[in-house]
C-alpha cells in the first residue's frame, strides 16, 4: 500500500477497544435506523392488535407513538448523534493504523459512508420493514432510554420543527393525486360519502363537455313555432328553460323561460312569445367545471350552451349537471326513471348507442379504462364501435374488443340507437 502513499503501522491493544466501540456504535445505529421503519409501518390492525394483546411492549410501542413527533425527534437525534461517534472513531482507528501521503480525505470518506449506508441505514432498514412489529418490540426499551437521554434536543426540534412546518403549510398545496389517495383510503366511510368525496376531489379536473346533455339529446325550440307548439313542448319535456334557435341548433338565439309565460298562458297562436326570450349563455366544450359553476353564480344563471371552437352547438349544461358530479343524481317528482341499458341475458345486454362507456363498464363490471387502447376520443359506446371499425355503422354491424362483442341492433336514421352486447366472461377482464 505504500505505493498509494498509505503505511501501516501496526495493531494494538487500544486499536482494538476503539474498533470493539464502533462496531457497538454501528449496531446501535441499524437498530435506531431500523426502528423509525419499524414504529411508522405499523398498520392500523397491527395497532388493534397491541391494544388487545396485554403485552408490556406492546403497550410501551403504543405509547411512544401517542406522540410521533416526540418519537422521530429521538430518533433523528439519536441516530445522528450516534453516526457522529462513529465518524469520529473510525477517523482516530484510521489515524493509529495507517500513515496517509496522500488519499486520506478520499479513503476516509468512502470507508465510513460505506459503512453507514449499508450496515447502518440499508439492511436494519430493509429487515425492520419484513416485520416492523418484532423489531419495534426489540428496540423499544433503547428507545425509550434515548428518549430520556436526548429530550431536551429532541423538545427543541419539535417545538422549531413544529412551527415551522406550520409556517410552510400556509402556501403548501395539496396535489390532486394527494387528494385522489386520501379518499381511497376513507374505506369505513359509506358508498354515498365515498362518491361525494370522489365527486368533490375531480371537480377542478371535471370539463364542461364530460357532464353536458349532447346535442342529440336537446330538446329546443324552433324560433318560428306557434305558441300551441311551444306549450306542446314544454308539457312534453317538463324543463323550465328551453333553448331557441333559427333553423339549426348552431344558431341558438336565447332561452325561453317557462315562468315567463305564466302570465300569458291563455293567450292563443297570435301571441308572439319570442319577445320573452332572454339571452343565454354560451360556454366552451373544454371549459372546467368549477370555473363555468363560479360564472353561474356571478350571473345568475342556470344553464348555458356548450360549443366547439367553430361555435358548432355540442349540447347543454345545466347547474344540475354541475352538482350531481358532487352529490350524485338529483331527482324530483317529475322525474321518470331511465334506464339505458336492458339484460336480455346472463352475459348479453341491449344498450343505448348513446350510453357512456364508464356507465357501460360499471353496469358489465369490466376493468376502468378497459377500451383506453381503442376507444380514442369516444364517449359512448357508439362512438366506441366507430372508432374501432373506422367506418360508418349499418344495423347488423359487429365489432368485438376484449372479449366483448358489440352488435348495432336497431338504427334512428344515420344514427345507432341499440347496440347488443355479448360479453366472453372467460376474455373480458373483471373488476377486482
Not at 505504500?2 to 457497538?24: D, K, N, R, T
Not at 413544529?162 to 381511497?184: K, N, P, Q, T
Request: net charge negative; charged share 25%.
Amino acid at each position: 500500500m505504500e505505493s498509494l502513499g498509505i503505511i501501516y503501522q501496526g495493531f494494538s491493544l487500544e486499536i482494538g477497544i476503539m474498533l470493539g466501540v464502533g462496531l457497538v456504535l454501528l449496531l446501535i445505529s441499524a437498530l435506531v435506523s431500523g426502528s423509525e421503519v419499524a414504529f411508522f409501518s405499523l398498520t392500523p390492525s397491527d395497532q388493534q392488535q397491541m391494544r388487545s394483546s396485554g403485552d408490556k411492549r406492546d403497550e410501551a410501542i403504543l405509547a411512544l407513538r401517542s406522540d410521533v413527533d416526540a418519537l422521530l425527534a429521538t430518533i433523528l437525534v439519536a441516530n445522528n448523534l450516534v453516526n457522529i461517534c462513529i465518524v469520529i472513531l473510525t477517523s482516530n482507528v484510521m489515524d493509529s493504523l495507517f500513515v496517509f501521503a496522500r488519499f486520506e480525505f478520499l479513503f476516509k470518506t468512502v470507508l465510513v459512508t460505506f459503512l453507514l449506508l449499508l450496515f447502518g441505514e440499508i439492511l436494519p432498514k430493509v429487515f425492520s420493514q419484513q416485520n416492523p412489529r418484532a423489531f419495534a418490540r426489540m428496540v423499544v426499551y433503547p428507545i425509550k432510554f434515548f428518549g430520556f437521554v436526548t429530550y431536551p434536543l429532541a423538545y427543541v426540534l419539535v417545538r422549531t420543527g413544529g412551527r415551522l412546518s406550520r409556517m410552510a403549510s400556509r402556501g403548501a398545496e395539496i396535489s390532486m393525486e394527494e387528494l385522489a389517495d386520501a379518499v381511497d383510503l376513507t374505506r369505513t366511510a359509506s358508498p354515498q360519502e365515498h362518491q361525494m368525496l370522489s365527486g368533490i376531489v375531480n371537480f377542478v379536473n371535471t370539463e364542461v363537455e364530460e357532464i353536458m346533455r349532447p346535442r342529440v339529446d336537446l330538446t329546443a325550440l324552433d324560433i318560428k313555432s306557434s305558441y300551441e307548439q311551444v306549450k306542446r313542448t314544454i308539457i312534453e319535456s317538463g324543463y323550465s328553460r328551453i333553448p331557441v334557435y333559427d333553423e339549426d341548433l348552431d344558431n341558438i338565439k336565447g332561452a325561453l323561460y317557462v315562468k315567463d309565460l305564466l302570465p300569458h298562458i291563455a293567450c292563443g297562436d297570435e301571441f308572439g312569445w319570442q319577445q320573452l326570450l332572454r339571452k343565454i349563455y354560451f360556454v366552451p366544450k373544454h371549459k372546467k367545471i368549477d370555473d363555468l359553476l363560479r360564472d353561474f353564480q356571478e350571473n345568475k344563471i342556470h344553464v348555458a350552451i356548450v360549443v366547439d371552437e367553430y361555435g358548432a352547438t355540442q349540447g347543454l349544461v345545466s347547474l344540475e349537471d354541475i352538482l350531481e358530479e358532487v352529490v350524485g343524481e338529483i331527482s324530483d317528482e317529475s322525474d321518470e326513471e331511465e334506464t339505458f341499458y336492458e339484460r336480455l341475458g346472463e352475459n348479453t345486454y341491449l344498450f343505448d348507442g348513446k350510453s357512456h362507456i364508464v356507465d357501460f363498464e360499471r353496469v358489465v363490471g369490466c376493468d376502468e379504462d378497459i377500451f383506453a387502447d381503442v376507444q380514442g376520443r369516444a364517449e359512448t359506446l357508439a362512438g366506441l364501435m366507430l372508432e374501432i371499425r373506422r367506418d360508418l355503422l349499418r344495423k347488423g354491424d359487429t365489432v368485438e374488443a376484449h372479449g366483448i362483442r358489440f352488435t348495432v341492433h336497431a338504427m334512428d336514421g344515420h344514427r345507432v340507437d341499440k347496440i347488443k352486447v355479448e360479453v366472453n366472461s372467460n376474455e373480458a377482464p373483471q373488476n377486482r
